[in-house]
């Protein structure tokens, strides 16, 4: 069971940027993905970004062009960094690694980091 810790919430104005980070425990050769989520109060977890091990990344449509996703795999640590920041943006947002995409998208499936909370605020 691979551990991930999440780093990098609080609280930011609208416009801001931040940068989350998720850190595993350890590596993992089946580790092909990871990704974040986010929930925000009474709505349905979403998905936010994935990247591959290879660096192919993909986001939901709400973040496009604001959100960054990247992956260092040699620190075994994921990031995102967050732009242009609005209020629907806050949430707590999820770390997740998987074996494929099919796994992200399953809850049962891969490992979930603890959250850390995001509130954008003026």
């Known amino acids: 069971q691979v551990q991930l810790v999440e780093s990098g919430g609080g609280l930011v104005q609208p416009g801001g940027s931040q940068r989350l980070s998720c850190a595993a425990s350890?590596?993992?050769?089946?580790?092909?993905?990871m990704g974040w989520y986010r929930q925000a109060p009474g709505k349905q977890r979403e998905l936010v970004a994935t990247?591959?091990?290879?660096?192919?990344?993909n986001y939901a449509a709400s973040v496009k062009g604001r959100f960054t996703i990247s992956r260092d795999n040699a620190k075994n640590t994921v990031y995102l960094q967050m732009n242009s920041l609005k209020l629907e943006d806050t949430a707590v947002y999820y770390c997740?690694?998987?074996?494929?995409?099919?796994?992200?998208?399953?809850?049962?499936?891969?490992?979930w980091g603890q959250g850390t909370q995001v509130t954008v605020s003026s």
């Open positions: 997740k690694a998987a074996t494929t995409l099919y796994d992200i998208g399953r809850s049962g499936l891969g490992s």
């Open positions: 990247i591959t091990r290879g660096g192919i990344t």
């Open positions: 350890e590596s993992s050769v089946n580790i092909n993905v």
